[in-house]
């Protein structure tokens, strides 16, 4: 089983920037692809970023160029840089880990609690 644990949500103005961080816990052998995601009020759950375990990224069209995501393996974290943030970016932001339990079982998911982001006009 893996926890994954968030910070770095808050209110923001319109312009600024947050950085939100995740890091793993528990047993895993493996942390595969790591991700944000992000639900606003009455949407469905998108995705935001995602990293590989090789460092390959990819980004939601409405976030290249203001996101950047990064991770340190050795300390079991993603990160999410987000400058130039706008009010349509208030969301909850979901961290997401796949990983491998053992290397005999099949890799499983994790999400995090949530973190909320919230931006001001």
């Known amino acids: 089983q893996v926890q994954l644990d968030e910070s770095g949500g808050g209110l923001v103005q319109a312009g600024g920037s947050l950085r939100l961080s995740c890091t793993a816990s528990?047993?895993?052998?493996?942390?595969?692809?790591m991700g944000w995601y992000r639900q606003a009020p009455g949407k469905q759950r998108d995705v935001v970023a995602v990293?590989?375990?090789?460092?390959?990224?990819a980004y939601a069209d409405s976030v290249k160029g203001r996101f950047t995501i990064s991770r340190n393996n050795p300390k079991n974290t993603v990160y999410l840089q987000m400058n130039n943030l706008q009010p349509e970016d208030t969301a909850v932001y979901y961290c997401?880990?796949?990983?491998?339990?053992?290397?005999?079982?099949?890799?499983?998911?994790?999400w995090g609690q949530g973190t909320l982001v919230t931006v001001s006009s």
């Open positions: 528990g047993r895993f052998v493996r942390l595969n692809t």
């Open positions: 997401y880990a796949n990983y491998k339990g053992s290397w005999f079982n099949t890799p499983a998911d994790a």
């Open positions: 990293i590989t375990s090789a460092e390959t990224t």
